[in-house]
């Protein structure tokens, strides 16, 4: 008995004396046989909480001029929250199989949507983008980038070799997301459609698409979209004002001039907490688009980098999980879910870099929200699936890669 306590003694003060370098690289890259990424999950839901506490902070003013109720949009968040906790729950109870296998039918599905949606939508603002569905509003464009991902993906890994081999094979996803183009120029959501794109041009480099063919897909997408901006007055002054806010201060520029004012009264650690400013009516869309402006001024320059860290952890996080399942010796069977996670990470990334790019003035103004933090029923409900879905093929490549030791005496 006493040298079990000793030898327990010792293991302890041994962990004591590690370093923190050591202590981190086992909480990143576990040495044992954990059956789930810890590290994507607390990445994931610090995120969650972050914009739990930011939208509460951001959408008081709002929610009070709107309703009367400064809890309004709190409220709702968390109705949200809590339904994506138990879908991100349910989803990593789902085999991989089960999306590879219904890849053609969510593929109609979303494509059914985008047409439903130019029929019985709620209008806002010009734009028919969301269907009612009782209390909740369903997003479909949030809908379709997840599902036309899980396409994607299962054609990858169905067609891998006509990919980087014949142009024909190449030619293909892009014929479909001409399809998904049109139907969303109708709503009009230009910005889920840069969104798509990002993620089709990823994921077929990704899969060994050869350079001449990624390079002529994208001078093609650059042209078109130049296209659609010149085509759309709009589009042209987000342009316009994007390159000078101040000419126009208080017309196209207002909206980007007020961030601004937001971020610089923020400096290093911000005016606290609650403390905003600019969501007080100055600054419009304070809760969802440009929560990070919100951010800015209350928390400071640390408060940013601690999001980007989060949103940068998240993922390179994904990212190392496709290539995980990719070069796993069951290559077959988690090629797909290898995809699956490169898609998530090209789409949480790009998503995030044109929400904060916005915000701070270094990109276009777009209506997209920021993954997993900004005021938006549908895009965090989605958001959580995507993350329950790394979970699970994490899990599938984690059982495919355990070594079961064998069992001493023999078998009977």
Known sequence: MRSEQQLELGIQQAALQQSPWLRIRQWWWPQGNALYDRALLWLSLSLLAIGLVMVASASFPVGERLTDNPFHFVMRHSMY????????????QIPVRFWFN??????????????????????????KRWIRVGPVTLQTAELAKLFFLIYMASYLHRRFDQVQENLRGF?????????????LLLQPDFGSLVVMSCIVVGMLFLAGARLWQFFGVIIVFALVLTALIIYEPYRMRRIVSFLDPWQD??????????????FGRGDWFGQGLGNSIQKLQYLPEAHTDFIMAVVGEELGFIGILVILILVFGLVLRAMQLGHRALQSDQQNKLQFGGFVAYGIGIWFAFQAMVNIGAA????????????????????????????????????????AQLKVAPRRGGSR
């Open 81 to 92: 929250l809590v339904l994506g906790l138990g879908m991100l729950a349910l989803v990593v």
């Open 249 to 262: 201060p208080f017309g196209s520029g207002y909206q980007l001039t007020q961030s601004l004012m937001a």
């Open 360 to 399: 701070a003035g270094l990109l276009p103004t777009k209506g997209l929200t920021l993954p997993l933090i900004s005021y938006g029923g549908t895009s965090l409900l989605i958001s959580c699936i995507a993350v329950g879905i790394l979970l699970r093929i994490d899990y599938e490549v984690r059982l």
């Open 171 to 183: 030619i293909k996803p892009l014929a479909v997301l001409f399809c998904f183009a049109l139907l």
């Open 102 to 127: 219904g890849s053609a039918a969510l593929l109609l599905i979303a494509l059914g949507m985008l047409v439903m949606v130019l029929v019985i939508g709620h209008e806002v603002n010009g734009a």
